[in-house]
Every structure is written in structure tokens, then in C-alpha cells.
């Protein structure tokens, strides 16, 4: 298969399918960028495109059907100009008070400043709009104080960020402890809600001082590539139709796994929704 895919891409594809209105606002350039484009509109998703010379990049999913295993290939983003970021910045402000919900995910390419991430979500936020990030490191740490909603990188993400001293795939009780307690230190001081996902292992979520956790499904997965952002996007889409967060994170599990049985990232088979 030869999908359009990346972070924002499968986060709109989830929530058009899941009936939302959405917009994926994004730099686009290089030869492949009608075929981008081409894909976006078959699949319904709306595009708020800031031309740039930087080129599409391809990864690459390798599915071995007899270990159950996914292996990707992510090469390097192009680097965009800073006139590219100038117009990035004015189109987000433009679409702002269109929208009730602001998602913000991925790494950003090379060549957007440091300030890029955390200035988005000020303005967001400061906005009154809901907003939910799923990215990592000195962006996501930057960005707390801005008080977002909701944040979702995985755990592995989240030990990296909070923790780079430390082996980020530990679960010994001592790393365990750390994390927990980080999670409460930090859904009190910044009022943000913290949802963890760790593979098929159990969903640590840290809410107004508090821990809980979630143990997800099991599932015959055929490729995990993206069930992250399915995750994402339907659990900002519950959120925003008034559910709790306990019954959110319910919803977007069960729409991950479902997203796991496809071969092709970030789709559903519709008979599993």
C-alpha cells in the first residue's frame, strides 16, 4: 500500500471517520505533493497547505505476518525556511476561532524555531480552545506552562522528556514510582490531564494529582503504525462531546485496537468500528 499518512494526516483521518469537522494544517512542497494532495481529498480530509520547497517524506512499514511484528523506517524531514513558519504562524491564527479543538502532534521539521510548539499552544489556549498535544522533549516541556488540556505521548516519550538520564523502557517499581509521581506533581501544577498509552500494556493517566490506570484489550495486531494518533484524535473527539476522561480513554482505546488490525496506518476496517 502507498498511503498518505504522518501524525496530523492520521489524526484528521480518525476524526472524519469518526463524523468530526476538520481541518490538518500543514507545509506541503517537493514532487509528491499532488499526490498528497490527491489522497487528502479522496479520503475527505480538508488541507490548509503552506507551500514550501521542502519535500514529502517517505517511511516505510515492514509487516512480518509470522512474528507479529512492525518495523518502521523514518528518514529525516526536509528543513523548511523561516518564511515557511511565518505563514505557518499567521494560518493558525486565522484558523483559530474556527475551532473548538486544537490537536497538535508529530515532531516538527527541521528549521521551525525552538519557541514554535510552545507559542502555538499559548496562543491556543489563550484562545479558550481545547487543546491536546502528543509530542515530546524540550517542545513538550516548553509547552506545559501554557496549560494545555490534554497531553498524550506515550510513556516511553514521557520518561525521555521528564527523565533522560534514565532507560526510557524501564518499568522496575522504582521507575514506576518516579513516573508516577511526576504525573501528579505536574497534573497539579500546570491542571493539564496526562494519558500515557505503552504498547498493549496498561494506560497511565494523571489527572488533578492522581494516578489511575486503564488495562487496554487484547488484540491479534497486524500493525501498530499510528494507533497512537487514532488514539489521540478519538480521545479529543470524546472529550469534546462532554464525556469524562475515564470514558474518553475508553473510547479512544477501543478505536486504537480496532486501528490495529489493518495493514494500512491510521485506517479502520468498518466492520470493527
Known sequence: WLDIAGKGVIVTRTLVRLGEQAVHLTHLGGPFRDFFKLG??????????IPARAGIRFCVTLLDATQARTTEIVPE???ISP?????????????LPRARCVIISGSKAPGYADS???D???AATAAGRCTV??????????ALPAGPAIVTPNRTEFMQTFFPDDDPTSRTPETNTLLANKLRELSSSVRSAFVLTDGDREIIIGAAGKVTTLTPGTVQAVNTTGCGDVFTAALAAAVMKKQDLSDAVIFAERQARAAALSPRPGFVLPERY
Open 120 to 122: 502555538l499552544v499559548r
Open 40 to 49: 487528502a481529498r479522496k479520503e475527505r480530509i480538508k488541507l490548509t497547505i
Open 133 to 142: 498535544i502528543d509530542f515530546r522533549g524540550p517542545d513538550l516541556a516548553a
Open 116 to 118: 514554535f510548539y510552545p
Open 83 to 95: 518564511e515557511v513558519e511565518k505563514r505557518f504562524r499567521r494560518a493558525f491564527i486565522r484558523l
Open 77 to 79: 524531514g526536509d528543513e
